[in-house]
Each structure stands twice: as C-alpha cells, then as structure tokens.
Nanobody, 123 residues
Framework: QVQLVESGGGLVQAGDSVTLSCAAS????????LGWFRQAPGKEREFVVA???????YYSDSVKGRSTISRDNAKNTVYLRMNTLKPEDTAVYYC?????????????????WGQGTQVTVSS
C-alpha cells in the first residue's frame, strides 16, 4: 500500500521560509516522479512543482525563483523549500506520486496522494 505523509507545515510570517517533507512508502520511490500541489480555501487545487526520476524539475510560475524541490532516494523523501512566503501561499500542500516517473503538472496523472499539510502565511 502506497503511503505519502507530508510534514513541515505551520503558521509563518510573510517573508519567512518553510521546508515541507513528504515521506513515501510502498512504492519504488527512485523510479517515481513526485509533485507538490496546493489548495487554498475556496479555490481549486493547483500545481506547484514536480521532480522526475532523473531529478528534472518543473516549477509553476507562482513559485519559480523562490522555491526548490529536491529528493533523497535513500530516505524515500521529497522536499519543498519555499522562500519569501506570501499570504497567497496559504494553502494545504499535497504531495503526489506518479509511478511512471515522468514530469507532469496535471493532478490526474498522479497515482497516489498524501493527506496534506497546512501552510498559513500571515501578513
């Protein structure tokens, strides 16, 4: 059974940084692509960033330049570091796994999802 468990969210101030983690189990992690999505209150889920099995990355315009995704295959964990946080970054952040290993910004391409971690940015 595939499990994705996010952690690292919380209440932060605008301008601060946060590092989210997603620990995976039950899948061949090193061959999977991992993505981060977020959903703000009253809004649809949106793509944030993804990393493929080779380490290639794809960032959304909303976080490009102030975020870094990375993966540690030895720990079966993917990380999202977000800097210069803004109130509009407030959302539940979800980790997702795509077993084919290819990059995608489409949620429907991902096979498994975590429960999410809340990030709240106060102004």
């Amino acid at each position: 059974q595939v499990q994705l468990v996010e952690s690292g969210g919380g209440l932060v101030q605008a301008g601060d940084s946060v590092t989210l983690s997603c620990a995976a189990s039950g899948l061949t992690f090193r061959s999977s692509a991992l993505g981060w999505f977020r959903q703000a209150p009253g809004k649809e889920r949106e793509f944030v960033v993804a990393i493929d099995r080779s380490g290639g990355t794809y960032y959304s315009d909303s976080v490009k330049g102030r975020s870094t995704i990375s993966r540690d295959n030895a720990k079966n964990t993917v990380y999202l570091r977000m800097n210069t946080l803004k109130p509009e970054d407030t959302a539940v952040y979800y980790c997702a796994a795509r077993l084919s290993g290819a990059l995608s910004s489409l949620g429907l391409h991902y096979n498994n999802w975590g429960q999410g971690t809340q990030v709240t940015v106060s102004s």
